[in-house]
Every structure is written in C-alpha cells, then in structure tokens.
C-alpha cells in the first residue's frame, strides 16, 4: 500500500500554463508538507498544513496556492508556470507538528518549457 | 538560525567496505537531527533521528550516526556498504521556534562492484 502519493509522476509545460499536483497520504496523519527540490537537489520547505490548516508558508511566490479539502490530501496548484519552476515537487506527511518523522511522497518532476 | 553543511558532494565506495558520511550542522542549542535517504526516482526515508539521550543512534538498513555536540557533527556511518546503498543522504537539523527541519545539499554515494 502506497503511503503517500503524488500524481503525476511526471509533468512538462509551457510557460504560462496553469497546473496542479495532487498529493494524498492514507497515514491518517495530521500534518502534510509540500517541498521543492531544484537541480542541485537542494531541498526546501513550501507550504505545511495541520488538520486542514495552513500553518506554514515560507517565501513563495503566490503564484503558488496550496489547498487542503480534507487532512489527507494537500494539492498544490501553480499558475502562470516560468522557467524557474523546473523542479522536483515532493509532498509528505507526519503524524502532527513537531519533528515527527516525515513520510515523503515519490516526488513529481515539473518540467517548464 | 540553523543550518546543516555537508562537506562531501559525492563519496565512492566499494561494495563491503566501510561508509562514513560527514555531516556538521549550526544551532545554538541541542538539535535535533535527521538522516534522510533518497534512492533515484524516489521520495525520501527516514534512516534515523536524534532528539535526545544516547549519542549513538542506529537506524534502519545497518546505519548508524554519531551526535557530537563539541564538534557539531552528527556523521552517518555503516560497516559494510552494499550496492543497493547506493542513493542520495540528507542531513537534517531542527530545532527552536520552527519545528521544519533545513535540510543540507546531499551527498550522493556511489558504490563499486
């Protein structure tokens, strides 16, 4: 059984384009996370969510817009893509705030063209 | 603010021979540390965690790191590598007023036949 998971896998755009990734955890945890990995596998944190709600938002353009319908799913939806957000997008997930363990997704790899 | 410094980008290794993986970090009070695995394609796992007590922690897969408070290291060891360790490892620190841990830049090992 797959812990968390992110679809789609793989995902290549124009620039300008609007898209959404999706990510859903069956943990029953309270706490999810999205991340972004560029190219020199430097990874940082994004969004972090509690129980459906936003506790975390680093410096992220706001082109950026995290949405959480239920504390199993935390999607992540981008518009008006640029070159930059050529990255690796990874979604986890932990028991509650705090350092719990994090349970990462398999990633999604955002190609802008 | 915390941050995490990993020395080595790439370390290689035969198969069977020892590992050692340096990793130093920067806070001002005791940390707590991770260590992360990223096999190719995929999302990361947790190989262990010090928050407190015993310096040496054993983890997952034969792993094992070392906390060393006067030399700010928590350095990832393992007797004998094999070749499915070959991956990229991520240090960890947290600690303070943000429970999110800031990752260092990986090293990726490379394992020999």
């Known amino acids: 059984d797959t812990a968390v998971s992110q679809t789609p896998k793989y995902l290549v755009t124009q620039m300008g384009n609007d898209k959404s990734i999706k990510c859903e955890q069956n943990?029953?945890?309270?706490?999810m996370y999205w991340y972004k990995q560029d190219s020199k596998k430097f990874l940082k944190i994004m969004f972090s969510?509690?129980?459906?709600?936003?506790?975390i938002n680093e410096t992220v353009p706001n082109r950026f817009s995290p949405k959480s319908p239920d504390k199993a799913h935390l999607n992540l939806h981008i518009n008006s893509l640029e070159l930059g957000d050529s990255a690796v997008y990874f979604c986890?997930?932990?028991?509650?705030?705090?350092?719990?363990?994090?349970?990462f997704g398999p990633g999604t790899r955002l190609t802008v063209l | 603010a915390q941050s995490v410094t990993q020395p080595d980008i790439h370390i290689t290794v035969s198969e069977g021979a020892s590992l050692e993986l340096r990793c130093n970090y920067s806070?001002?009070?005791?940390?707590?540390l991770f260590w992360y695995v990223q096999s190719p394609g995929q999302g990361l796992q947790l190989l262990l965690k010090y928050f407190s007590g015993d310096t040496l922690v054993q983890g997952i897969k034969g792993f094992e790191a070392e906390f060393k408070r006067s030399q700010s290291s928590f350095n990832l060891r393992k007797p004998s590598v094999h070749w499915s360790d070959a991956a990229e490892y991520f240090c960890a620190v947290g600690g303070g007023g943000s429970y999110i841990p800031t990752f260092g830049r990986g090293t990726s090992l490379i394992v020999h036949p």
């Open positions: 969510y509690n129980n459906k709600e936003l506790i």
């Open positions: 986890a997930s932990s028991v509650d705030r705090g350092f719990d363990t994090q349970y």
């Open positions: 806070y001002g009070a005791t940390p707590y």
């Open positions: 943990l029953g945890h309270d706490t």
